[in-house]
Structures are given as C-alpha cells and as structure tokens.
C-alpha cells in the first residue's frame, strides 16, 4: 500500500457458483431487480451517496465494452461523469469526455497518475486486471460481491 491518502479498491462481482461472465462473455445475469423478496429495498439514496464518493474508475476494455453495451440497450453510463480510465491496447470508440484510455504500465498509472490526484479509486470489471493489481501490490481493498445466480459455466473469477 503506498503512503498516501488514497485508497486503490477493487471490486469484482461473481455468480454464486464463481463465474465473472458467461462462455460467450455476457453478463445478463447481472441485469436483476433491487427487490428481494421477503428482503429489503436498495435505498437510492444511500446508493446516490456511495457512488457520489468514487473519485475515478478504472477498468480493462472488456469491461468498458460491456458498459458501453448496457449504456446502448438503455440501462444508462454506470459510471456518470466520473473520470474513467480504460486500460487497452485496442481502439476502442470514446464515447464520453470522462472517458481516457490508457497503455502502459500499471504501476506508474496507479501511483504517478491516480494516487496523487484521487481519493477514492476504484478498479471495476474483469479477473486478468484485478489480478494484475493484486500481484503488483496496488490495490489497497477488495469488495467482490458475489450475486445470488448460478450460471452454471464461463469465465472464472481468477480472484475468488
């Protein structure tokens, strides 16, 4: 953990049964109701607040084509005027001034770029980018939120 008043968080969401994506890369398992049955309501507020509190995203270009998707099917930019950088080597479409797409080193991202200028960092999205963080010591928490579905196969969590 490096000694500054950031804090690097990574955040993955898995199946019950461990998988990040179905075999073909879709997450519509993801796309489910904020009502639980016998449970409570996601308040928006709260959800309002805790996302209001993200300084800058951070994820790999599958991740960034998944969101572009959602946004394209209606469900809207996750991420709103946040600052997001996208890690690829790939060209990718900019579809929002927020948006930055970056190639280089992991580290010096991390601890030249977005340490110095964010608080709250958040690396979102795939295994292959997560693990990378983790294996270069980077991040400084992890949230990974496991959603009551079975898939059944796909693309395992490589940090689970």
């Known amino acids: 953990m490096a000694s500054t008043d950031s804090c690097v968080t990574i955040h993955m969401a898995a199946s019950l049964d461990g998988f990040i994506a179905r075999k073909d890369g879709a997450v519509d398992w993801l796309e489910t109701s904020d009502v ?21 995203y951070a994820m790999g270009s599958r991740t960034y084509e998944t969101a572009m998707n959602f946004e394209a099917r209606g469900f809207g930019w996750a991420y709103g005027d946040t600052p997001t950088v996208v890690l690829t080597t790939r060209e990718l479409p900019k579809i929002r001034p927020s948006v930055e797409f970056y190639s280089g080193d992991l580290t010096r991202l991390v601890n030249e770029r977005l340490r110095p200028t964010y608080r709250n960092i958040w690396f979102v999205g795939g295994g292959a980018l997560s693990g990378e963080c983790l294996r270069l010591g980077l991040a400084d928490e992890i949230r990974f939120s496991i959603v009551p579905v079975l898939i059944g196969e796909g693309f395992p969590s490589s940090i689970a």
């Open 36 to 56: 639980f049955e016998g449970g409570e309501k996601e308040d928006p507020d709260a959800i309002r607040d805790f996302l209001e509190a993200i300084d800058c």
